[in-house]
């Protein structure tokens, strides 16, 4: 079992990356975890999923956004993050169902695409790739956040 | 096919997603700090209710949104505890998320066209 809190960097481990540090283009370390039964039992809990919603020929899915808790620890592994990043939008694109019922090997990868600022705010825009073990792809994801230029520091 | 959901936020269920999410981001859980950031109270994870709002093109598209399933999502106001969250579809497979501030988040779920 890999928790996403095995794989994600702390906010508070490190003064954190500013935006400017983020690299246009250079791939994400890639990733791999386990993703088990339990995971997607305390994922669904968590978000009040319906499990009948993802019975396919009998055999129950997860919801492919059960990989929502692990898409941000492919960034932050590759760029440790600050306090007070705030995610913006994210376009999920789903390719294929994660049993529920056996633990999936799964590969996360990526890379940064674009970086911006909008009204003196600093962005970063980025994708995050999973693929099964075997190479199969499982969902894919482009996610835009702000990136505070300095470490918001607890008062 | 136009669908809606209502859901009580509590301190209780964003600390519940934390757990699974592995987010120690002090904004979703201390709540002197969310005020001092200029917000209502503690956050929660935009990708909480991203899986709110997945739900939804799940409970429309059945089987195939798992393999062809394109969920968008724009976050655009906070949702605090306290909040009652109004998930909402429409025919046009547009997707908002509301509180009684205002629109927390809009989006769309639908079927990308190759699979």
Redesign the interface.
């Known amino acids: 079992m890999t ?6 960097p ?3 481990e490190s003064p954190g990356t500013p935006p400017e540090a983020y690299e246009i283009g250079k791939a994400l370390p890639e990733m791999p975890f386990s993703l088990t039964p339990e ?1 997607v039992e ?2 669904m ?6 499990p009948t ?2 019975v ?1 020929d009998g055999r129950q ?1 997860a ?3 059960v990989l ?2 692990y ?3 492919i960034l932050y592994r590759g760029y440790p ?1 600050t ?15 994660i049993w529920a019922d056996e633990t999936t090997e799964i590969v996360g990868g990526g890379r940064v695409t674009e970086r911006f600022e909008r009204r003196g705010k600093q962005f970063i825009r980025w994708q995050g790739d999973f693929t099964r073990g075997d190479g199969l792809a499982l969902a894919s994801a482009v996610n835009t956040m702000y990136v505070p230029a300095r470490r ?1 520091e ?2 | 096919m136009s669908l809606k959901r209502d859901i009580e936020m509590t301190q209780a269920m964003i600390d519940r997603y934390g757990r699974i999410n592995g987010d120690n981001d002090i904004i979703h859980y201390d709540h002197d700090y969310a005020i001092a950031r200029g917000f209502r109270g503690t956050l929660n994870h935009g990708m909480m209710t991203l899986g709110y709002m997945a739900d939804m093109g799940a409970r429309t598209y059945g089987a195939d949104w798992l393999y062809r399933g394109e969920l968008k999502v724009k976050w655009i106001d906070p949702v605090c505890p306290g909040d009652n969250l109004v998930i909402e579809t429409t025919d046009d497979d547009a997707v908002t998320a509301t509180v009684q501030t205002g629109l927390a988040a809009s989006g769309s779920i639908r079927l990308a066209e190759d699979k």
């Open positions: 928790r996403p809190s095995d794989l994600k702390r906010e508070d995971i305390e994922y809990t968590a978000v009040d999923a319906d919603l993802y396919i899915a919801p492919p956004n929502a808790v898409l941000l620890a993050p306090q007070g990043i705030i995610l913006t939008d994210v376009s999920w694109r789903f390719h294929h169902p918001y607890k008062r």
